[in-house]
């Protein structure tokens, strides 16, 4: 069964893995570009209708863990693009922690 978001985009954690639901309604499946770059995941879709016009959707989403790339996954059903982030081994927070002082 899918998940059908109550937003245009939404985020979940769960064990070991952000999943991220799209909700693309009109758009098919060969319409959808997904990539991960630069630690964010970019979601383009374009839909040419038959009168000649084009939609657009474009939206990009940055997780706070690193991801393992190579393990990313994506499906597209019911006009919704679920895509599975996993969590990198030892995937903390990228950059330096900086301590706040008083």
């Given at each position: 069964?899918?998940?059908?978001?109550?937003?245009?985009?939404?985020?979940?954690?769960?064990?070991?893995?952000?999943?991220?639901?799209?909700?693309?309604?009109?758009?098919?499946?060969?319409?959808?570009d997904?990539?991960?770059?630069?630690?964010?995941?970019?979601?383009t879709?374009?839909?040419?209708?038959?009168?000649?016009?084009?939609?657009?959707?474009?939206?990009?989403?940055?997780?706070?863990?690193?991801?393992?790339?190579?393990?990313?996954?994506?499906?597209?059903?019911?006009?919704?693009?679920?895509?599975?982030?996993?969590?990198?081994?030892?995937?903390?927070?990228?950059?330096?922690?900086?301590e706040?002082?008083?």
């Open positions: 069964m899918t998940h059908h978001p109550d937003h245009e985009v939404e985020l979940f954690k769960d064990e070991g893995a952000y999943q991220v639901y799209v909700d693309l309604p009109g758009y098919d499946r060969d319409d959808v997904l990539r991960w770059h630069d630690g964010r995941l970019h979601v879709a374009e839909h040419r209708t038959g009168a000649g016009e084009t939609r657009v959707f474009n939206r990009h989403v940055s997780v706070p863990r690193r991801i393992d790339a190579d393990a990313i996954s994506a499906t597209f059903g019911e006009d919704v693009l679920t895509v599975r982030l996993p969590v990198a081994e030892g995937g903390s927070r990228p950059g330096t922690r900086i706040v002082g008083e």
